[in-house]
């Protein structure tokens, strides 16, 4: 254990820190989450490397400086109640479950969303709520969020998740084509969103009624 923990220090010095990451509680916490128990035993020594690694059913875990990015991206407080479209391996939420008051997760894999909800029972997250169904359509029932993140690509940002977005709240998403898109951070102002694109990056597609259509 002490190994990977040397290994998260090394991870957040050189793929977060040195990157321009300062928001200084997402160090924090990406130093303390044991990333390689949100990947597959026989890749628990890949997983403090500066890439995405697969993780079962066609998914992946996302790049650590990209997770760090995004949540920095997010601009938390505390006191925030935050939608996550994507739950993956896991990780994504409990780095923001460190940060934020809760955390809706949804995952449209059953098999991926059980294995989610394992680890986060095993870690004592409490404040981890995990849903299997269409991500692309949101939780009405849950809304308004401060925040949303999407962590798989979709052509553009569906009209649930800004409908079920606070006044004043923010999304962070990757957006563009299917196989290459943009960074996009957008705040909510007077109902619609003010866009800003950052960076290029490539994610698996968001699957769903108002994302790509599963192929």
Not at 15 to 43: A, N, S, T
Not at 151 to 167: M, N, V
Request: cysteine-free; glycine content about 8%.
């Amino acid at each position: 254990m002490d190994r990977y923990k040397k290994l998260r220090e090394w991870m957040v010095e050189t793929q977060i820190v040195e990157r321009g990451i300062k928001d200084k509680r997402v160090i924090e916490v990406m130093k303390k989450i044991p990333r390689h128990l949100f990947v597959p035993e026989d890749i628990m020594d890949d997983a403090y490397d500066d890439r995405a690694l697969p993780i079962g059913h066609g998914q992946t875990i996302s790049q650590p400086y990209i997770v760090a990015l995004m949540t920095e991206l997010l601009e938390v407080k505390g006191d925030e109640k935050v939608l996550e479209i994507g739950t993956g391996s896991g990780y994504q939420a409990a780095i923001l479950a460190e940060l934020v008051k809760e955390v809706h997760t949804i995952e449209r894999i059953e098999a991926l969303a059980e294995e989610a909800r394992k680890k986060f029972e095993k870690l004592g997250y409490k404040n981890i709520k995990v849903y299997i169904k269409d991500g692309t359509e949101g939780l009405p029932q849950e809304a308004p969020f401060d925040r949303i993140i999407i962590t798989a690509a979709t052509p553009k940002i569906p009209e649930p998740l800004i409908a079920q977005l606070k006044e004043g709240g923010i999304i962070v998403a990757p957006v563009g084509e299917r196989y290459s898109q943009y960074m996009l951070k957008a705040e909510k102002k007077e109902g619609k969103l003010e866009e800003h694109y950052l960076i290029p990056v490539a994610f698996v597609p968001l699957i769903g009624k108002y994302g790509w259509q599963d192929s």
